[in-house]
């Protein structure tokens, strides 16, 4: 399965295009959620549990239990509270990872999906260290949208996009910079 995630996401290793940045990673569909569920839908319930914890004890199984439990999740889950819910899992994953070096065994584009779990975090720290990753292999984009990320985090203690979805209140200051943040497409 480690393979077929791989694959899935960046491309078969024979493939020229292995690893370059994809059109689906950044442009979700109903069509492209719904095809992951149903192949990978299994595979994320297993990671949530620990069974495929072992993975992380290669490259390659580390990067497939990140996609599972930080992008696929997201696919899976859209527009709901498990969306996040092995957010956790992932940074563990990611931060073991970073300790081993894996993110060097993948092409630039692809390394940045070690990274994302830290981007993800609602944590200070890890959106600095998200900012830091970011700006040795991502485009200028990728790099703004970081920056972004840590400044929401570091203003508020969280993303307040999640809120509704987390059931979490919203405060007077966030629901302000939602507005906003909607308006121009946030």
Known sequence: MIR?????????????????????????????????????GPSLE????GALDGWA????????????????????????????????????IARLSLARFYPAAFPHDARLFFYM???????????????????????EDTVKSAIEHHAVVARFGRFPHRNEVLGRPCTEEE???LKDAKRYGQ
């Open 4 to 40: 077929e995630i791989l694959d899935f996401w960046l491309l078969p290793l024979d493939d020229p295009n292995y690893g370059k940045k994809r059109e689906l990673w950044w442009n979700g569909t109903p069509e492209l959620d719904a095809e992951i569920k149903t192949k990978f």
């Open 46 to 49: 297993q990671a949530a549990a």
């Open 57 to 92: 004890n290669s490259a390659d199984g580390a990067l497939a239990l990140i996609l599972l439990c930080d992008q696929f999740s997201r696919n899976i889950h859209r527009k709901t509270a498990q969306a996040f819910a092995t957010d956790p899992k992932a940074l563990e």
């Open 117 to 139: 779990p830290f981007g993800h975090s609602e944590n200070e720290a890890d959106q600095k260290l998200a900012c830091a990753l970011m700006a040795t292999i991502a485009s």
């Open 175 to 177: 629901l302000e910079y």
